[in-house]
């Protein structure tokens, strides 16, 4: 058995206390819900595909099944290693160097296609309202929010936490009115008919449950800026605790007003709560429920960037990836490289189309989230010394129902997705999972030593941070993985 004493453990950060700037809870949550909701756009058409009565059991049961487990497993692992790269960090502690380099690697990548897709969704909005008279100038539409986006993220996650907290409540205004007329004129029930009649099974747990997947995921992700919180294991399980329940009352209300007041179930499809405006409350409404939609796309845009921005900073931290992704401005404590690089390869993506886009992404996404439950699992049983300021409740049935259940899930959504989806799902995690992590990593960006567990342990022993006691925890349970 390898000694904790002697094991030379590779640094998992750079030291730079002080250089990243800080949000308090209230922008965090915004932030946070702005990733993981956004606003009640763009799953309506789970309506047609479900019907009345399992679109909306769907949104109620889903965070129970879903969400609710996921937030619980973040919020552990946030108290447990409250360290910049969040999920990612966790994998490697958990499962070692090539699943650390293969979960950073898939989420980076894969969430090009996300990232994009948001800038093709804004480019639609405008096709609305404005003609677009060729393929390039939607795609130069798509490019602008891209590189404007970016460039708000550079300026910090200050003005980013700031700017989205004003958008929601912006967007929250139409929503409340379309809430109010809807159920003001109620006249069907918004449960009836449960199902389509005739429609396949599989159409309707298949499609419509993925979609309830899809609109309540990502409750890890806010994870990689976790060092860039205020307070990160107080706030952060917090932020999870208000956004869930959160997410699932916008959702529900305006979708349970709008049918009940139309009934017109059939007809629902993407982005017809803007239609259902316009029937409720005239053009003002109709334009009012559109700009809640488009700055519901423009703030899942802009936390998708601050989130996985931090993953190459952190990986080339860790020295999988060159050095130079992960400086940060002087000024904005931003990593201005890694931010450039992906919104480049992002620009080029525009050119698909959104359903392309987001079902590549789809696999791969799953993919981080399960590693992020089986490092929970793994980090409970070979690290239990950890310090957790919150653990999953419940005890051994808890973290099994917990890791369990999401990943059940993911995986029905992935298996009735279409085959053109599997296809390239699975083609691109093949892909990727054929690239070692590097058999040679670069030296750690800011690190000048390979420090061993016993350096550590006295690094901890001197309450010189918070910041210390997490690296000792990350070595602490590499050694332990590789006894």
Known sequence: MA?????????????????????????????????????????EAMVSTSGLGMALLFILIVPWLFSVPMALASAEMATAMPVEGGFYRWTRAAFGDFWGFQCGWWNWTGTFFMWASYGVVLADYVAQVTPVHSRFMHWAIAVTFLVLVAGLNILGIRLVGNLTLVLLLLQMLPVAAFVYLGFGRAHFNPFHPWMPPGRPWHEVYGVGLALALWIYSGYEQLSTVIEEVEEPARNFPRGLAIVVPVAAVVFFLPMAAGLAALGNWKEWQTAYLVTAGRLLGGSSMEWAMFAGAAICAFVLLDATVLSVSRVPFTMAEDGYLHSSLAKLHPRFGTPVLAIVISTAFCCLLALGRVTQLIAIYAWMRSATSVLTLLSLWRLRRAAPQMKRSFVVPGGKIGLAAVVAIPTAL????????????????????????????????RKPSGCSTRRTTKQLMAEQASPHSARQSCLQEVAGAFVLFNR
């Open 410 to 441: 993911f995986a029905w959504a992935l298996i009735n997705s279409d085959p053109a989806s599997r296809l390239w799902g699975i083609t691109c995690l093949a892909h990727i999972l054929l690239r070692q992590a590097p058999a040679t990593r």
């Open 3 to 43: 000694s904790t004493t002697s094991l030379s453990i590779p640094a998992t950060q750079a030291s730079h206390a002080g250089r990243l700037k800080k949000i308090s809870l209230i922008p965090f949550v915004a932030v946070l819900y702005a990733y993981c909701a956004g606003g009640p756009f763009d799953y």
